[in-house]
T-cell receptor, first 110, second 115 residues
Framework: DAKTTQPPSMDCAEGRAANLPCNHSTISGNEYVYWYRQIHSQGPQYIIHGLKNNETNEMASLIITEDRKSSTLILPHATLRDTAVYYCIVGGTSYGKLTFGQGTILTVHP | DADVTQTPRNRITKTGKRIMLECSQTKGHDRMYWYRQDPGLGLRLIYYSFDVKDINKGEISDGYSVSRQAQAKFSLSLESAIPNQTALYFC??????????????FGPGTRLTVL
């Protein structure tokens, strides 16, 4: 599975959009991009995934560049409850395994 | 009720003791996983099971064993606990019937302390 690079931490004001970047320059053609988050020692929570096209659900939007070497998770209106560690994971469907890196600590402040 | 439950939620034990962590799910998923998380680190895969008769080692299986008693139950055992197994343990499930098998659903975690 391709490795990912994320900034260790980011800040965001409550009510503003949080844009979390992820680099995955070695991603292969059949690998998906997944985003999970973990709120203070709770179990990780699935957010969104994508292959080539941009995706949106009730939680977030995922923007994947045309060359697929990077992506951005967008939380459109961040709240204090969005403070968490956000993991960008790249992988295929063959084994169903997830490889968690260090993630980005997002802090949403009032 | 939670879809993925773990028992116990917290456990303190002594070196050399045998410990079992249990995971149950009501999601009807066929795949189950055990991860551990150390402070400040990401999750690491211990074991995974794609169905009742299929058990596979993950990246850090030494010192652990598992049992898939039924589709809904997956237990993790520490035969002889040691202090460096102190960690937060998570169970997860996924559905191979979906086109995206990496969408995993996690339990609340078990905090294990080995003295």
């Amino acid at each position: 599975d391709a490795k990912t690079t994320q900034p260790p931490s980011m800040d965001c004001a409550e009510g503003r959009a949080a844009n979390l970047p992820c680099n995955h320059s070695t991603i292969s053609g059949n690998e998906y991009v997944y985003w999970y988050r973990q709120i203070h020692s709770q179990g990780p929570q699935y957010i969104i995934h994508g292959l080539k096209n941009n995706e949106t659900n009730e939680m977030a939007s995922l923007i994947i560049t045309e060359d697929r070497k990077s992506s951005t998770l967008i939380l459109p209106h961040a709240t204090l409850r969005d403070t968490a560690v956000y993991y960008c994971i790249v992988g295929g469907t063959s084994y169903g395994k997830l490889t968690f890196g260090q993630g980005t600590i997002l802090t949403v402040h009032p | 009720d939670a879809d993925v439950t773990q028992t116990p939620r917290n456990r303190i034990t002594k070196t050399g003791k045998r410990i079992m962590l249990e995971c149950s799910q009501t999601k009807g998923h066929d795949r189950m996983y055990w991860y551990r998380q150390d402070p400040g680190l990401g999750l690491r895969l211990i074991y995974y099971s794609f169905d009742v008769k299929d058990i596979n080692k993950g990246e850090i299986s030494d010192g652990y064993s598992v049992s898939r008693q039924a589709q809904a139950k997956f237990s993790l055992s520490l035969e002889s606990a040691i202090p460096n197994q102190t960690a937060l343990y998570f169970c997860a499930t996924s559905d191979s019937g979906q086109d995206i098998v990496n969408t995993q659903y996690f339990g609340p975690g078990t905090r294990l302390t080995v003295l």
